[in-house]
């Protein structure tokens, strides 16, 4: 029943899927394209072809690892393209565990987690960032599980009560390239793109505000200005700032790449915002040198976690795919595969140079509850009264 409830969700889902992930204007797919903001699906699903059934429970592999009994497990994710969502399925078949994985952009996995709620297909969703987390969290979409490498995250990125623990960290950075300005040259934090007139009109914002990681800058930027009394949970002195982000810069040209403007020793953009694992394909695609700021209160993280959805029926599968997934053996090889940064501190030193230098950055302390419960107001604040 499962099964065909899952291929019936991926035949819907590639009729009416919207993609939400990737690259807006240059960076971030927007939730409506073409004309009349006509949408189209962006889903991948794959299913095992291998995996140990049978067993009555589970056991532990010769290299420690929990095996899986062979349940098929429907997964949900915004992280299985380029080749991570099969990589994931052939991986965790070595492991017994099978496993079919629905792909589309965060924004569809929630709203499809939230439509199925009272019937729901999924057992497993993973990747999203903490504004969704919170949000599911908060709609009694999952059911809180402490996995067995939970004390093996940093303070601050589980969630306290157990409902999701992180498995990659994605720093959210202001980027420049050092072809076009030195480390003195550039600004020490967000705040300097609008209050120090050396960078007016030097920095690009994006029009749309549906991706994730204009999401993570924005509320990076209000929430150093919480105020329970003020607009939406902000300070008048908050959206003065935004106010003055939006006046100062210039706005992202569709279809070109942030990299496209700051290489360009012609365009008057100098940076702009980059999550942390597309700098290095960018550098290679563009011939830059990337370099990033480090603000004092430090940066936003888009962490990505994993959680058991509520209602599954094999809940204890889903459990024994936790302890194997985000166990740092397999976030090891993943962050070895895919360029990523684990969460799990015994898998750091499996990432990439890059990567670890990335893990030195001091996270900013963001209240995302507040994040979640507003930032849907606070987009469309935005979009009415601040930006041009």
Not at 64 to 82: A, E, I, K, M, W
Not at 242 to 253: K, N
Not at 319 to 341: H, K, M, P, V, Y
Request: proline share 4%; with cysteine; glycine share 10%.
């Amino acid at each position: 029943m499962r099964k065909a409830l899952a291929t019936a969700l991926t035949v819907m889902m590639a009729l009416n899927l919207a993609a939400c992930s990737g690259g807006g204007s240059q960076q971030e797919t927007t939730a409506a394209s073409g004309a009349g903001g006509a949408t189209k699906a962006a889903e991948t699903t794959k299913a095992a072809e291998a995996g140990t059934a049978g067993e009555s429970q589970a056991a532990e592999g010769s290299d420690g690892l929990v095996q899986g009994t062979g349940v098929t497990l429907t997964v949900y994710t915004n992280s299985g393209s380029d080749g991570r969502g099969d990589w994931l399925v052939e991986r965790a078949a070595k492991d017994g565990f099978k496993i079919q994985y629905i792909e589309a952009g965060g924004a569809e996995i929630q709203n499809r987690l939230l439509a199925e709620k009272n019937a729901p297909i999924a057992d497993v969703v993973y990747g999203l960032n903490s504004i969704m987390w919170e949000s599911l969290k908060a709609e009694d979409i999952l059911i809180p599980y402490t996995p067995v490498w939970a004390g093996e995250i940093p303070e601050g990125l589980n969630d306290p009560e157990g409902y999701y623990h992180a498995i990659v960290k994605q720093a959210i950075l202001l980027v420049y390239d050092e072809n076009q300005m030195s480390p003195e040259e550039a600004p020490k934090d967000w705040l300097d793109l609008w209050t120090n007139e050396a960078f007016d009109g030097k920095y690009e914002y994006l029009v749309s505000l549906s991706g994730g990681t204009v999401r993570n800058v924005l509320a990076g930027i209000l929430t150093r200005y919480a105020d329970p009394a003020g607009e939406l949970g902000i300070s008048q002195e908050g959206w003065d700032q935004i106010a003055q982000y939006y006046q100062h810069g210039v706005p992202a040209e569709d279809g070109v790449d942030l990299y496209g403007q700051i290489s360009d020793p012609n365009s008057p953009v100098l940076c702009g915002q980059m999550w942390s694992s597309g700098v290095e394909t960018r550098d290679q695609q563009y011939g830059t040198s990337t370099k990033y700021v480090i603000p004092e209160v430090g940066v936003p993280y888009a962490v990505e976690a994993i959680s058991i959805v509520n209602g599954t029926k094999n809940e204890e599968e889903a459990q024994r795919f936790l302890d194997w997934f985000g166990s740092a053996q397999i976030q090891g090889e993943w962050a070895q595969e895919f360029s990523t940064l684990p969460a799990n501190i015994n898998a750091v030193d499996k990432a990439n140079a890059f990567n670890q230098e990335i893990a030195q950055i001091p996270a900013q302390n963001i209240d995302w509850g507040l994040v979640a419960e507003n930032i849907d107001a606070w987009v469309e604040n935005i979009e009415l009264n601040y930006m041009p």
